[in-house]
T-cell receptor
Framework: DVKVTQSSRYLVKRTGEKVFLECVQDMDHENMFWYRQDPGLGLRLIYF???????EKGDIPEGYSVSREKKERFSLILESASTNQTSMYLC???????????FGPGTRLTVT | GNSVTQMEGPVTLSEEAFLTINCTYT??????LFWYVQYPGEGLQLLLKATKADDKGSNKGFEATYRKETTSFHLEKGSVQVSDSAVYFC????????????FGQGTRLTINP
């Protein structure tokens, strides 16, 4: 079975802190994604990566950056956390089309 | 642009009731369509999919048919169970090798015994 793991289930950070969210997949998938999930808005794509060191902005990249140094690991970075970044963050991975995206359990981040 | 609209939730039903969750989409080209389910405390998992017009996806008693003429992909189940309580997301693929998805806002379903 494909497994996507995320480093934390719950995280509390202070405004202005630098925050790292880690995601690891074990199925050699080329593509990895970071979404945020907010009530009434569904999932919105922040960034995705289609290969090591390759990345593209999604729909809401402002305030975020990403890093993919190894194929299995995709990190989301909040350079200076703000309260409006309080949300559920979901990581996903997939092979090339038309395969399904596999999701991690999510990290619920609270910025105070 | 591409977008997905789902019926407003929350939806509350009694066990063994018939379920329909409406989903309509706007897209250029011919996207693939998906239903994902999120159980409490978990990430999303694929429930079913359809890759071309008139295809029917089915899984765990759920069905949805890709209707190009009405740009719809409604989710149905004949007899729901308490264990079906979850949030359901309709999504379409934007195409391209990376399979970027566009999600609807989600519909929370609660089944009472």
């Amino acid at each position: 079975d494909v497994k996507v793991t995320q480093s934390s289930r719950y995280l509390v950070k202070r405004t202005g802190e630098k925050v790292f969210l880690e995601c690891v997949q074990d199925m050699d998938h080329e593509n990895m994604f970071w979404y945020r999930q907010d009530p009434g808005l569904g999932l919105r794509l922040i960034y995705f990566s289609y290969d090591v060191k390759m990345k593209e902005k999604g729909d809401i990249p402002e305030g975020y950056s990403v890093s993919r140094e190894k194929k299995e690991r995709f990190s989301l970075i909040l350079e200076s956390a703000s309260t409006n970044q309080t949300s559920m963050y979901l990581c996903a991975s997939t092979r090339q089309a038309p395969y399904e995206q596999y999701f991690g359990p999510g990290t619920r981040l609270t910025v105070t | 642009g591409n977008s997905v609209t789902q019926m407003e939730g929350p939806v509350t039903l009694s066990e063994e009731a018939f379920l329909t969750i409406n989903c309509t989409y706007t897209a250029t080209g011919y996207p693939s369509l998906f239903w994902y389910v999120q159980y409490p405390g978990e990430g999303l998992q694929l429930l079913l999919k359809a890759t071309k017009a008139d295809d029917k996806g089915s899984n765990k008693g759920f069905e949805a048919t890709y209707r190009k003429e009405t740009t719809s992909f409604h989710l149905e189940k004949g007899s729901v169970q308490v264990s079906d309580s979850a949030v359901y997301f309709c999504a379409l693929s934007r195409g391209g090798g990376a399979q970027k998805l566009v999600f609807g806002q989600g519909t929370r379903l609660t089944i009472n015994p």
